[in-house]
């Protein structure tokens, strides 16, 4: 397995062209479809991940008002849905450079050190680039005792530029400070954050309309605003940049503004 190299890299250039259009980072990931085995892909969630060049990345996976078809897929007490974030890592099979496009795959890696469930560790699958785009997900979970294959269809969301910008902003561990863990990461038009502690997990998705308004999804949480996701909206905020918000410092550890 060969590791993926930092998508600003000279080395990442030298990779095929299927391998850096299914690897090139920031992302914006939307879901289409879920199965397992060989079931029919079905959606009863609004799924978007957002990644950035680090592989850092934020998924939340609002549920619908119907239930998974699925029993025993991952849901949170704290909100109708499920969530993660944490650092992703990409690995290419040997011999890539021979593959057609199609065909070829890539390995990821996921480590969650939030999670709504609070089941922490990582997970991982394989990625497949199809001749349309879009991109399927192929590995294992365990429903009710039993493996399944399980396979996800994705599709990349649009973008203003084939450069967006992205922002990518963590709370500061400061002695007296407010505990908790958390991650923000705005990419172009869309911004996720989360915010765990060991009373309360908040999630929220952002998004710009087409009047250029950022509205925040009403399945985010409810409450008084815990995350300064507005602030990585503003076009001065740049990497460095710090703000206490809600008796908690946050600082921005990645941007493609410096």
Not at 5 to 24: D, G, Q
Not at 214 to 240: H, I, N, Q, Y
């Amino acid at each position: 397995m060969i590791p993926v190299p930092h998508p600003a890299s000279p080395e990442f250039e030298k990779l095929p062209p299927w391998a850096r259009k299914l690897l090139n980072r920031p992302l914006v990931e939307i879901r289409r479809g879920l199965s397992l085995d060989y079931d029919p892909p079905t959606e009863n969630h609004s799924v978007l991940v957002l990644t950035a060049p680090s592989g850092k990345y934020v998924d939340i996976r609002f549920a619908s008002a119907s239930k998974d078809k699925y029993e025993g897929i991952k849901e949170s007490d704290a909100f109708n849905g499920y969530a993660t974030a944490g650092l992703s890592t990409a690995w290419l099979p040997g011999g890539t450079d021979s593959c057609p496009e199609y065909d070829c795959v890539a390995h990821v890696k996921w480590e969650h050190p939030i999670d709504s469930s609070r089941e922490y560790g990582s997970d991982g699958a394989d990625m497949y680039l199809l001749s349309n785009g879009d991109v399927m997900e192929v590995g294992f979970l365990t429903v009710k005792g039993k493996k399944k294959m399980f396979k996800e269809y994705w599709l990349e969301g649009k973008l203003s530029s084939p450069k967006p910008s992205f922002l990518v902003a963590e709370p500061v561990d400061e002695p007296g400070g407010e505990s908790g863990k958390g991650l923000i990461i705005r990419i172009d038009n869309y911004c996720q954050g989360i915010l765990q502690t060991d009373a309360e997990f908040l999630a929220e998705r952002w998004q710009v309309q087409e009047n250029g308004e950022w509205v925040k999804d009403p399945k985010s949480s409810s409450g008084a605003e815990r995350l300064p996701c507005e602030w990585l909206m503003a076009a001065t905020t740049k990497a460095g940049d710090s703000l206490v918000f809600g008796g908690r410092q946050w600082r921005v550890v990645e941007s493609d503004k410096s």
